[in-house]
């Protein structure tokens, strides 16, 4: 059964930080990769998403994702944060075993940024 | 388009109580798909449709019912409500294709006492 697996659960960084969210995946066959954000009080965004080609992926509100397929991962980064980046940051993957329909999401990682 | 509209925002049940959660699309999606979140759970799947009068079940169905009378519509049930279905639920749907994504709808959050 496929798995994604979020290390972090809570984050605290500063403004301006470098952010780095671990995500890996159970998989043995293709997938299709995302990340999705949820602002206090707000439903799940779509961030970006890895479906093939570069693995290097660029999202919304300056993020980015590298799939490295040796390692199972498909980090996510930010290279400087702002207070407004504080959210629950969702890994998940659709895979060819479900026919891409089923999401299956990792437990999230919540993050805070400080002033 | 309004996109996943999902009603009530919030709602208190007694144990016991059943009531259905509504939940309607307004782009023509052909899947659409119900999840609850827990806190440190992520999102689990319920149940999910991929067109009118076809449905399977997710992860954790028991508890729940669905129907797709309709393309727009994915209504949720719940029987006799239980403290273990206290949980946030979120409708989402998409349109048919592999490399498409699923759009959610604001959520609706159920209290059951």
């Known amino acids: 059964a496929q798995s994604v697996s979020q290390h972090n659960h809570h984050v605290i960084l500063s403004e301006a930080a470098s952010l780095e969210l671990g995500c890996n995946y159970s998989?043995?066959?293709?997938?299709?990769l995302f990340w999705y954000v949820q602002y206090p009080g707000q439903h799940l965004q779509l961030l970006l998403k890895?479906?093939?080609?570069?693995?290097l992926v660029k999202g919304i509100k300056g993020f980015e994702a590298e799939f490295i397929k040796s390692k199972f991962s498909f980090n996510l980064r930010k290279p400087s944060v702002q207070w407004s980046d504080t959210a629950e940051y969702f890994c998940?993957?659709?895979?060819?075993?479900?026919?891409?329909?089923?999401?299956?999401f990792g437990a999230g990682t919540r993050l805070a940024v400080h002033p | 388009n309004a996109g996943v509209t999902q009603t009530p925002k919030f709602r208190i049940l007694k144990i016991g109580q059943s009531m259905t959660l509504q939940c309607t699309q307004d782009?023509?999606?052909?899947?659409m798909y119900w999840y609850r979140q827990d806190p440190g759970m992520g999102l689990k799947l319920i149940y999910y449709?991929?067109?009118?009068?076809?449905?399977d079940k997710g992860e954790v169905p028991n508890g729940y019912n669905v129907s797709r009378s309709t393309t727009e519509d994915f209504p949720l049930r719940l029987e006799l409500a239980a403290p273990s279905q206290t949980s946030v639920y979120f409708c989402?749907?998409?349109?048919?294709?592999?490399?498409?994504?699923?759009?959610f709808g604001p959520g609706t959050r159920l209290l059951v006492l």
């Open positions: 449709s991929v067109g009118a009068g076809i449905t």
């Open positions: 998940a993957l659709t895979s060819s075993s479900g026919g891409y329909n089923k999401l299956i």
């Open positions: 782009m023509n999606h052909n899947y």
């Open positions: 989402a749907s998409r349109p048919a294709g592999r490399q498409e994504t699923q759009y």
């Open positions: 890895y479906f093939s080609g570069d693995p």
């Open positions: 998989y043995g066959g293709t997938v299709n």
